[in-house]
Nanobody, 119 residues
Framework: QVQLVESGGGLVQAGGSLRLSCAASGHTFRSYTMGWFRQAPGKEREFVARIGFTTYYADSVKGRFTISRDNAKNTVYLQMNNLKPEDTAAYYC???????????????WGQGTQVTVSS
């Protein structure tokens, strides 16, 4: 059973930084595509970033967010810099055995961690 547990969310002022972590278990971590989505109140869930052999970002976070992974710790990170009020959302870690599957709809999801950016 794949389990994903996020941490690191919180309240930060605009221009500040946060680092989210996602601890994974129950699968061959290094072979999975991992990533982050977010959902703001009243909006649909949207893609933020993913990492497999390469990284890919949504245009809205490119240059501000950095995704990375530590295969020895089975953990993926999302470093978020220069945060804006529009980044306020619940952030979800996701995983899939393939990049194709991740792009369409990841098989596995965490419970989410809230990020709130005040203006």
């Amino acid at each position: 059973q794949v389990q994903l547990v996020e941490s690191g969310g919180g309240l930060v002022q605009a221009g500040g930084s946060l680092r989210l972590s996602c601890a994974a278990s129950g699968h061959t971590f290094r072979s999975y595509t991992m990533g982050w989505f977010r959902q703001a109140p009243g909006k649909e869930r949207e893609f933020v970033a993913r990492i497999g052999f390469t990284t890919y970002y949504a245009d809205s976070v490119k240059g501000r967010f950095t995704i990375s992974r530590d295969n020895a710790k089975n953990t993926v990170y999302l470093q978020m810099n220069n945060l804006k009020p529009e980044d306020t959302a619940a952030y979800y870690c996701a995983a899939d055995p393939s990049i194709t599957g991740f792009t369409s709809s990841p098989d596995y999801w965490g419970q989410g961690t809230q990020v709130t950016v005040s203006s």
